[in-house]
């Protein structure tokens, strides 16, 4: 099994070797703003995983503080939330920055969510496109992996 070091480095030289050779890099889709990123943990006791957190540098942010909370640690987020749901979800916040501030300008959720319709990436929920505000919907990664765009704003 190799370590991560070594996958870096591998995919490094991959890349390097890749340009060297006369290939050109493979062309990026449109640049995409989400928003704040946090990881959303489905807990089965929140006040002993809360606890757990705050041993870590993490203090409370938002939530009621009975089903669920959000933890912050200089620019990092993680919410816990108890019998909300089943597995962990990866989580964007269009309209917030790390510290769950406003942004001044951002793209809004809808547009997001037609961006990734367009390029095919299939929704597992989608947010009311009539609508303006606060809305979210749900990608799966190939992996089966949650994925969480919510925005508040």
């Known amino acids: 099994?190799?370590?991560?070091?070594?996958?870096?480095?591998?995919?490094?030289?991959?890349?390097?070797?890749?340009?060297?050779?006369?290939?050109?890099?493979?062309?990026?889709?449109?640049?995409?703003?989400v928003g704040s990123f946090s990881v959303s943990l489905a807990v089965k006791d929140l006040q002993v995983s809360k606890r757990f957190y705050e041993k870590l540098g993490f203090q409370m942010r938002h939530g009621n503080g009975k089903t669920w909370v959000v933890l912050v640690n200089?620019?990092?987020?993680?919410?816990?939330?108890?019998?909300?749901?089943?597995?962990?979800?990866?989580?964007?916040?269009?309209?917030?920055?790390?510290?769950?501030?406003?942004?001044?300008?951002?793209?809004?959720?809808?547009?997001?969510?037609?961006?990734?319709?367009?390029q095919g990436v299939k929704l597992a929920t989608e947010a009311d496109e009539s609508t303006k505000g606060p809305a979210s919907f749900v990608v799966m990664d190939p992996d089966g992996n949650q994925i969480l765009f919510d925005q508040h704003v």
Do not use: C, Y
């Open 74 to 118: 200089g620019s990092h987020l993680i919410g816990l939330f108890q019998g909300m749901f089943e597995k962990n979800i990866l989580t964007f916040n269009p309209g917030w920055d790390q510290k769950a501030q406003k942004l001044a300008s951002f793209t809004d959720i809808r547009e997001l969510q037609r961006r990734l319709k367009a």
């Open 1 to 33: 099994m190799r370590t991560r070091r070594q996958v870096l480095a591998a995919a490094a030289t991959a890349a390097t070797s890749a340009t060297a050779g006369g290939q050109a890099p493979a062309a990026a889709p449109a640049s995409m703003e």
